[in-house]
């Protein structure tokens, strides 16, 4: 088993990387696009920790940047009926601290905002790993912890058609520009944004 590969990055696309060991072996790993968004530039070290799932037809690596991220795939897809592909989709589309909170609080309306994941899933998936996951401490993005009207917010941002990550990322921009506000003003604010 792969569990960690570091080494020169040769390429850092939106949904793979490619690393080049110091013995001169290339890994082309698989990552979710929260991890592309913080990979260094081509030609820097970069450090990240693998999952391998071997099938009939391929070996598979996929790549994290963090041991907390690693683990919350690896618990996806153990999941029923959740695949890797679905686990990176669900990664993708929600930074790990909002998909845990999400699964723990049986979000169904942020968890189904994730392209690939009907109402069935999300029920599964929060049936299943609520709680398996006390134990992955994630970096609070903060925005859940700071009011009450935040969560609702999102909420409401979710059901109203905006992907989890764009409504997380938007009202976190209204609260640098103009402060706390109440849930109301929040989602205002955040839908007079421009996309």
């Given at each position: ?169 938007a009202v976190r921009a ?22």
């Amino acid at each position: 088993m792969i569990s960690r590969i570091r080494g020169t990055l040769l390429l850092r696309e939106l949904n793979r990387a490619e690393v080049m060991t110091p013995g001169g072996v290339a890994y082309d790993i698989e990552i979710p696009t929260s991890v592309f968004e913080r990979l260094p530039r081509v030609g820097e070290e970069v450090e990240l920790r693998t999952l391998q799932v071997i099938r009939e037809d391929a070996s598979l690596l996929f790549g994290f940047l963090e041991d907390n991220e690693r683990a919350l795939f690896a618990r996806l897809i153990a999941a029923t009926g959740v695949g890797p592909k679905l686990a990176i989709a669900l990664l993708s589309a929600l930074p790990a601290p909002s998909l845990v909170r999400a699964i723990r609080d049986r979000n169904l309306a942020v968890l189904t905002g994730v392209s690939g994941v009907g109402k069935k899933t999300a029920e599964r998936l929060s049936v299943e790993l609520a709680g398996k996951l006390d134990d992955l401490a994630f970096a609070s993005s903060g925005l859940a912890t700071q009011a009450p009207g935040v969560e609702e917010a999102l909420r409401a941002l979710v059901v109203l058609g905006i992907s989890p990550l764009d409504a997380e990322n938007a009202v976190r921009a209204v609260i640098q520009e103009q402060g706390q506000l109440p849930a109301q003003e929040l989602i205002r604010a955040a839908l007079a944004r421009p996309r």
